[in-house]
Structure formats: C-alpha cells, structure tokens
C-alpha cells in the first residue's frame, strides 16, 4: 500500500496546482474585460475626454494650444480650494 501514497500525493500536488492556476486566470480575463469596457460617454466631463486626447498625442500634445489650455484647466481645478468647504467655514 505505500507504494501507491506517493503517487498519489504528486497527482494531488499536481491537480491542487493546476486548480489554483486556473483560478487565476479566471480572475485575469474578468479584470481584462472590465478594463476594455467602453466608457459611457454621456456623462463624460468634456475636460476628462480632452485630457484622454491629449494623452493619446503623447509628445506632440506639448505643442497642442489645445492640450495646454486642458491642462491648464485641470490644474486649477485640482489646485484651487473646494467652494462648498469654503461655505461651511
């Protein structure tokens, strides 16, 4: 009888592994599909696609008026204090 434990252990090593394998990949493609997931454009801030574009551009967005103003934009949102927290003060 103890010429088949071993066997038997390697098979169950073996199936645990490939078990564990497939779950991983199972739990990839699931992270693939929501990252290619077409974004909704309806409620898009329009400031958000113009930041996308310029992305996109790469190095020549540095030369794109229009891609200066967007980022021009974006900083002074990020930067500039909340309206509503100055009202509660």
Request: net charge negative; charged share 30%; aromatic share 6%.
């Amino acid at each position: 009888m103890k010429e088949t434990a071993l066997p038997r252990l390697v098979a169950a090593a073996f199936l645990m592994f490939a078990i564990g394998v497939a779950i991983i990949e199972f739990g990839r493609e699931e992270d693939e599909v929501r990252a290619n997931r077409p974004i909704d454009t309806a409620f898009e801030d329009p400031l958000r696609g113009a930041l996308q574009r310029c992305q996109a551009l790469g190095e020549a967005a540095v030369r794109d008026t229009a891609c200066l103003d967007a980022w021009a934009e974006n900083r002074r949102r990020f930067l500039s204090p909340d309206p509503a927290s100055e009202r509660s003060e």
